[in-house]
T-cell receptor, first 114, second 109 residues
Framework: KAGVTQTPRYLIKTRGQQVTLSCSPI?????VSWYQQTPGQGLQFLFE???????NKGNFPGRFSGRQFSNSRSEMNVSTLELGDSALYLC?????????????FGSGTQLSVL | TQLLEQSPQFLSIQEGENLTVYCNSS?????LQWYRQEPGEGPVLLVT?????EVKKLKRLTFQFGDARKDSSLHITAAQPGDTGLYLC?????????FGKGTHLIIQP
């Protein structure tokens, strides 16, 4: 079974631009979660999608948004990039979601904002 | 304020030594998961503990969930260089999983 695939692997943008990151979950997994990882704050939850609906949302500004398609693939978008958005963005999938369920993470997208 | 505090933040020891890392909170969790993350990769789940007082063993790794389900520990016996990585604990609540900042572990040959 293929794992969680995130593209692109690395991304360099400048302040004010927008960016779209992509995540393909493990086949059959319907829940996709997004996390931001920085050295200072660790892993912080952005949002979770299940069956094309946002089911849970973390404490991030509205510049961070996401969506999920009917094939469970997900995208997240960050508009008006700021220097502080530089981070590793991780996507995780699981069969149905839920707090006790095992998360399968992708390798992440490393975003650098200059 | 971090909901889950992990300690120590950094730990560097020699191969063959034993170590314990901790994950503490003032909140009660329905479950506690431990992940290991290697450079350039996403976290990989090691174990999930659900019952207060539960102990799980994974080869040389022993995980314990506190009786009150607020804290957990990970003990590694005879550490090996392959154990090097970032160890993350994550607590499960109704609003999802909350991660600690992790313990950076380096095992020197």
């Amino acid at each position: 079974k293929a794992g969680v695939t995130q593209t692109p692997r690395y991304l360099i943008k400048t302040r004010g631009q927008q960016v779209t990151l992509s995540c393909s979950p493990i086949s059959g997994h319907r829940s996709v979660s997004w996390y931001q990882q920085t050295p200072g704050q660790g892993l912080q939850f952005l949002f979770e999608y299940f069956s094309e609906t946002q089911r849970n949302k973390g404490n991030f500004p509205g510049r961070f948004s996401g969506r999920q398609f009917s094939n469970s693939r997900s995208e997240m978008n960050v508009s008006t990039l700021e220097l502080g958005d530089s981070a590793l963005y991780l996507c995780a999938s699981s069969p149905v979601g839920g707090t006790n369920e095992k998360l399968f993470f992708g390798s992440g997208t490393q975003l650098s904002v200059l | 304020t971090q909901l889950l505090e992990q300690s120590p933040q950094f730990l560097s020891i020699q191969e063959g030594e034993n170590l314990t890392v901790y994950c503490n909170s003032s909140s009660v969790f329905s479950s506690l998961q431990w992940y290991r993350q290697e450079p350039g990769e996403g976290p990989v789940l090691l174990v999930t503990v659900v019952t207060g007082g539960e102990v799980k063993k994974l080869k040389r790794l022993t995980f314990q969930f506190g009786d009150a389900r607020k804290d957990s520990s990970l003990h590694i016996t005879a550490a090996q260089p392959g154990d090097t990585g970032l160890y993350l604990c994550a607590g499960g609540r109704a609003d999802g999983l909350t991660f600690g900042k992790g313990t950076h572990l380096i095992i020197q040959p």
